[in-house]
């Protein structure tokens, strides 16, 4: 039994969404009575992820078998479950949902809700942030090849959440505002605990999990309109995430590969060791004047290899068809298409 528990733990495991029609329904013997108020605390060990069906989006663990469904493995053992990665992080459900996978890796009958992840269809790993908050010029050799001197502190931008996207997703070019379209491979920090003015030595305590993101851009809107960052930056679609959360007791993020490519030619290829600003510094930065809550998404930086950072005559702008993968490493590949 408990060589099965290994084999279907083995390697990152993933949260899905629940769907948030499906109801708790009575505990098992191990798990708290449901008139009694569920431990919070962070989810650890696992990697989480959103499945989509239809306007529904649901949470899940992925094993070495596939995608658990958490909602339908609450439903099988009688155990509670957020429903969906927001329930999950905006209640600090953590020990719920790991006492659920703990218990599926036990039962033979957890294995109907078990799915194929090549079937399953991704929503973006958070749906519902109160807050996006993006940090520019964070890499220094990206601040060089642009030709800008290194901040003093971190410079903040945000996106909205209409631009969310997810893996396997497409972005719809606003060609009528812009032409200058521009990809930007990103680390992103999902959120956990609510912080306010947090020491940086205590700031990682306060993050959930990591994610592949990709702050794409319009570039002409955000440099040639009067330096309006924020429009070029948030059209609809514009912030794919995922496929992946993976949880923060994984992962040490200032020391992690990351890569872009379009149309399989690689453009970005840098590590997190070369942020201006780690993580760390980010959350203390952003927590001293705004607080960050559960769910809330950070979008780190860029590093070199942007399209802005070529000669002119060098520079070609991403169009309808180009195919952009972003991958970090431990933190999984994430694909959408331009149309």
């Given amino acids: 039994?408990?060589?099965?528990?290994?084999?279907?733990?083995?390697?990152?495991?993933?949260?899905c969404a629940v769907a948030a029609t499906?109801?708790?329904?009575?505990v098992?013997?191990?798990?708290?009575?449901?008139?009694q108020p569920p431990a919070q605390g962070l989810a650890k060990g696992l990697t989480l992820l959103t499945i989509r069906r239809g306007s529904e989006y649901r949470l899940g663990v992925k094993t070495?078998?596939?995608?658990?469904?958490?909602?339908?493995?609450?439903?099988i053992l009688h155990m509670r479950a957020p429903a969906t990665m927001d329930d999950l992080l905006q209640n600090q459900d953590g020990p719920s949902l790991n006492a659920l996978v703990d218990a599926a890796a036990k039962s033979g009958a957890a294995k109907k809700a078990i799915l194929a992840e090549d079937k399953i269809e991704y929503g973006p790993v958070v749906t519902r942030p109160e807050k996006i908050v993006c940090v520019g010029l964070n890499y220094r050799r990206?601040?060089?090849?642009?030709?800008?001197?290194?901040?003093k502190q971190p410079v903040l931008f945000n996106k909205y959440n209409t631009a969310l996207n997810h893996h396997n997703g497409t972005v719809k070019l606003p060609v009528d505002a812009a032409k200058k379209f521009d990809y930007e491979v990103e680390l992103v920090i999902v959120m956990g605990k609510e912080a306010h003015d947090v020491s940086e030595a205590d700031a990682l305590s306060f993050v959930a999990g990591y994610a592949t993101g990709n702050d794409f851009t319009a570039r002409d809107l955000q440099l040639e309109t009067g330096g309006q960052w924020m429009v070029g930056k948030t059209p609809d679609q514009f912030a794919p995430l995922?496929?992946?959360?993976?949880?923060?007791?994984?992962?040490?993020?200032?020391?992690?590969n990351l890569e872009c490519r379009v149309n399989g030619e690689t453009r970005q290829s840098s590590n997190t060791s070369d942020l201006?600003?780690?993580?760390?510094?980010?959350?203390?930065?952003?927590?001293?004047?705004?607080t960050l809550r559960p769910g809330d998404i950070i979008f780190t930086g860029t590093p070199q290899g942007v399209i802005q950072g070529m000669p002119k005559e060098k520079q070609v702008w991403l169009k309808a068809g180009d195919k952009i993968a972003c991958s970090l490493e431990k933190l999984g590949e994430l694909r959408f298409e331009l149309v």
């Fill in 1 to 15: 039994m408990k060589q099965n528990r290994r084999n279907f733990l083995k390697g990152t495991s993933v949260a």
């Fill in 22 to 26: 499906s109801a708790w329904t009575p």
């Fill in 28 to 35: 098992a013997a191990e798990s708290p009575a449901l008139d």
């Fill in 64 to 75: 070495t078998g596939g995608i658990l469904d958490v909602g339908e493995a609450a439903r």
């Fill in 142 to 151: 990206h601040a060089a090849e642009i030709g800008a001197p290194i901040p």
């Fill in 242 to 256: 995922g496929p992946y959360l993976v949880t923060a007791d994984q992962i040490d993020p200032d020391r992690l």
């Fill in 276 to 290: 201006i600003f780690n993580c760390s510094q980010i959350i203390h930065y952003i927590s001293r004047v705004i």
